[in-house]
Structures are given as structure tokens and as C-alpha cells.
């Protein structure tokens, strides 16, 4: 019997093929999506990581206490070994000292007076190690407006809005005026190379790039870092990868009396990170959950067809004296059977696209016509453990579900009444 | 007449609800009818025929009154039941030949057989032999769609009779058949019903099946008016 019913399906590619094919895509299109938001939203967490959290933070207990301020007194010092160590101890994370620092920048005219000043924010990163992989967070090329990279000690990148605003272009000289890390007045020369172009309000206001070896020169901050980012190896934040890191970190570095002992920050636990990662686990649940919904109506519906097409080979069935549960149950496996392979292919699918997604992004570039900073132009779809799972609600679930109900349109019938349907 | 009964009805009526109350389609039919009959139930579109075919063969349930199929009262019977009556007993043909159309000729007749949970040599046999018996041998491995209308039907005969049942009912057999593919189908079932004792069953308004049949009960809104031995 088993084998003459699935003689039927084969044969009848309304009821195996056709299914399967619609079953394919709907899961297809749940896996891609699903796998498509995850990565939107990773990206942005990544943004943040890339520019200022980090996937981790090592910064002193008593820097952080007053973060805002950048208060650079309280900055990381002997960083030289503090690296080192943590290079041994955590080969596969990638780290970054960086210096953020508080300063005027100044430009003078051509007696000497003040021609334009304005407030800045500065990043000081390495960019000349030979390592770009700071360069590369701060995608700092692409988002070149004018001029160039800096290429040498003391040169600048400065946002675009700043240096129209002090009215400057490249190739000019710009002296910051900042404090040291002992509580004196510094004071430094620059050449400006380039502007960028950020995409966030306030960084593009003021905002200053220089090679961290230099700051370090301007700021007396030898051998000091305010902080020291890590990251995972694929770039990708993973609270269980980060929380192992973060008990590891805590044997070496265990709590100390000592106000400038390193303490580690996780991402979530940085300003509203935590909450910016869970809201957008919310949203991103909740459109998944509406096109799972929707996406489980259309498999409802061709669920529900493929049964109502078949009334007259039931009522056949059930005349020829097969009992109705046989028949429901038949009809049951039969989506069942579709459900799954339709799921299978769908999701199998789904991932191939989704892992192409991944690893190539979807470069947007030509059409948004500037890259920035803050706004990347390739997106990237982003596998997880749920992508290979989530295709099966409305593949699976919606198909049966969408058979039953039909099916429990043939128990409702009468048998005579089936018959009539059969005979019109 | 036979003397074995094998249906046997009493005071059936039967009421369809309708949006304005109810129909009644059969109203007091008396009937028996015993082993081997060539009975036709014929009357004009509406009188109820199909209707008594139905209750006949428990694909629906009288309104009042007792109908006795095989010693069993319909009334009585659950849907499990019914389903084991029909697969065991009974046959069915139809206007439409309604055969399964992704299925063979032959997976078509075997489909019976496997509800009977009978193994695969038997079923062979049995298949081959009705298919043998209906001329239907050279087209085992065709689809229904490939066959014409005479061989379709040809193909329900053989898919109600491959059981051996003790009843077959026959609903407008050749509405759809051609004179010389009725007389045909007709002949054959005359033939099954002299060789194997067959009771046949007929709901009809075809002169041609009438010319056949050995006893015409006439219904006429619902009421039986004539039950006559013809002589055939
Ligand atoms: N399910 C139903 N609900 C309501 N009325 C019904 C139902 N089935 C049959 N009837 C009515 O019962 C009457 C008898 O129907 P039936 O199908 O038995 O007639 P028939 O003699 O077979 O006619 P025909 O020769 O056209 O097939 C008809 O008037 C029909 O409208
Ligand atoms: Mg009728």
C-alpha cells in the first residue's frame, strides 16, 4: 500500500513536484531573509565594535570610571608588555591600542595669528606599522573625501565638515592644542592629508585622525594607551566566544587594589550596547517572525488546494471502502514527506545563497554615492545556528498544518456528499 | 427471484435539509431483493434514485426506516464499519468511471485488493484474470487517459468485480457510452452476473440498461410505483 501511494506522489507531479517547488522557495526566502537581517544587524554591532567597543575593551578601572572625559591621565601604561602578554596568551584576537584624546585645533595666519580654531575629538590609531588592520576598522581609504592618506609622522586626517569649517584643504598646516598625559599644555604641528567623511553627526563636526605613534609624541604618553581593543577572528561578536575570553582574562589579570590595573569590557557591557544588541535581536525576531507568518500562509494555502484538488480521489478511495483516518493519514504523510524534502532543498538553498551573501556582501557602492565611516556599502548576510532551522516553520509545520485542515474537510463531509461532488 | 435476500428495506425515508426546511427525496420504500438479481431502479432526474443507490451502499445513512445490506443494518453501522462493508461486499460503478488517473489499468484494479490487505501473487493473479475476463489484458500498462470512454468503463467493471463482490451497484453506468459501447459494457455484466452469482444493482433511465435488466422497480418522487419481473 505504502508503495502504491508513493507510486501516486512520483507520478502526480501536481502533488510531489509542484509542492516541493513551492515549498523550496518559501523556505528559501525565510532561510535568505532571516540570514539577511542577521547580518544587517550584525553589521551595525560591528560598526560599533570596529570604531569604538571593540569586541572587547581593556581599559584601567579608574579610566573607566570616567570614560567620557577621556581622561587620559588614567590611560593603560608599559602597553609594550601588557601587549605582549596578551598576544601570547590570546593568539587568535587581534589588538589594537588606540588614544582618544580632547583638543583645540588651531590654524594660523600668515603673521602668525589665529585664522580659525575649533574644538576636536582625536582618534589616535596605528597607521603606520605596516599592520592596516586599524586602518582597515576605521575604513579610512574608502572614506577619503580629499587629499590622502597620511603616509608619514605628522600628517592628519580631519572630517570634512572640520576642515571646511576652519576653512582649510590639504597641505596645510594645523597646530592641536591639547594636554598631556602629566596635566601640561601640549602643543603640536600637523599637515593636513585628507578629509574623510564619517556619517554621524557629531564626528564629522570635529573630529582628527593621526598615527598613534605621534599622539603619543604630542601627548607625552609613551609606552600608554587609553585602551586596547580586541577582536575575534572572523569579526563577528559571539557573547560565548567573548565571555570565555573575558573569564580568561580576569585569571591573568586577577582584581586589584591598583586604580590602573587593566580591567576588561565586553561589547554589551559599554554604554547602551547591551541593550542596542538585545533590541535588535527583538526586531530582527519580529520581522523574521511576520515573514515566517506570511510565507507559513502561502504553504498553508498550497497545502490546503493540494487537498481540496483531490476531493474526487478521496471520495473514490472512500467508496472503494477505505477508511477516512487511512485516508488522513495518508494524505498527512504524503505533506509530511513534502514538508521535509521541500525544506531540506529550501534551506540548503537558502544557506548556499546566504553563505555567498556572507562572504561577498552585496556592494552597494555604486548607488550610495559616498561610502563613510559610519555607513559601509557592502552588506553581508550572516549564517547562525537558527538559520539552518528556521526555513522548517513555515516548510514543514505550514504545509502539514495547511493539509490537515483541508483533510478535515473530507471528515466533515458526508460520503454521499463527497460522491456528489465527484458526480457533478 | 432468488430466494436468498440479500437487501431487504423497510419504510425508508430519507430527508435532505435544505435552506428552507428539509426535501424529503425517498418517502416509504419496501423493497428485497435477493442473490444474482439484474435489478434496475429506474424513474425520471430527481426521483431518487441515486439516493437509494447510496443508502444501498452505506455511503449514506437512511432518515427512518431499516435497510438490511448483507444482514447488517446500515443505520447501525459506523463510518469503520461502512468502509469494511463496501471494501468487502460491495462494488461500485459510475457515471464518470472516476478511476484513479495517475494509476494503471491494472494498479487501478489492484487498488481493491490492496485494501484487502491480500498478498502481491494473489493480487496479480486475481487482477489479470478480470482484466483476461473484460478484454482488457493489452492494456494493463495503460493510463486512464490514454484509454476511450468504453474502455474506462470497462476498466470500473473490472475494478468492482476483481474482489468478487456479492453486490455490485452501477450508478448510470453508460450516461457517458455510446450505443454500441453500453450494449458492450452490458453484455459483460450479464455475463458476470450468470458466471459468479452477482447481484446487480442499476439506477438508470437509459431504455438501452432497461432492455437488460430482469426486474425494473420504477420511482417516481421518492415512492416506489412499479416493481415488475421483465422478461428478460
Ligand atoms: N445532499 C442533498 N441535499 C439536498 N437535496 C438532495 C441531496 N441529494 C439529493 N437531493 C435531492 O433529492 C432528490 C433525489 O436526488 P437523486 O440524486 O437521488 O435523484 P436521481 O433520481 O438520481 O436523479 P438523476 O437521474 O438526475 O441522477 C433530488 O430532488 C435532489 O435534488
Ligand atoms: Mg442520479
Redo the contacts with the bound molecule.
Sequence with gaps: MIRFLLKGILRDKQRSLLPVIVVTIGVMLTVVLYCWLTGILNDSVELSARFSAGHVKIITAEYEKNINQMPNDLALTGVDTLMLKLKNEFPEIKWGQRIHFGGLIDVAGSNGETRAQGPAIGFGIDLFSGDPSEKERFNLAKSLHRGRMPIQPKEILMSEEFSRKLNINPGDTVTLIGSTMYGSMAMFNYTLCGTVIFGAGPMDQGSVVIDLEDVRKALDMNNAASEIVGYLPDNYYNEEKVDKLVIKFNKLFPKSEDKFAPIILTLRQQNDFGKMIDQIKQIGGFMVLIFVFSMSLVLWNAGLLGGLRRYTEFGTRLALGENYSHIYRTIIYESLLIGIIGSISGTFFGLLISLYMQNHGLDLGSIMKNATIMMPAVFHARINTLSFFIGFIPGLISTVVGTALSGIGIYKR?T??LF?EL?A | MENTTLISIEGLR?D???SGGR?T??NGIDLKIGKAEFTG?V????????????IIGSLDSPSEGRVMVLGQSISDLNVKQAALLRRSKLGFIFQSYNLLPVYTVFENVEFPLLLLKLDDSHRRKMVMDTLDWLGLTDKAKSKPAQLSGGECQRVAVARAMVKRPEIVLA??PTANLDAANSHNILKTMVRLNNEFQTTFIF???DDKVISYLKRKIS?ID?KVLKDEITNN
Excluded at chain 2, 43 to 54: A, E, R, V
Design positions: 458526508k454521499a456528499q456528489k458526480e | 430519507k435532505f435539509p435544505t426535501f427525496a425517498l431502479i424513474g425520471p432526474s430527481g426521483s431518487g434514485k441515486t439516493t437509494l443507490l447510496n450508478d448510470e439506477a438508470t433511465h420511482l421518492g
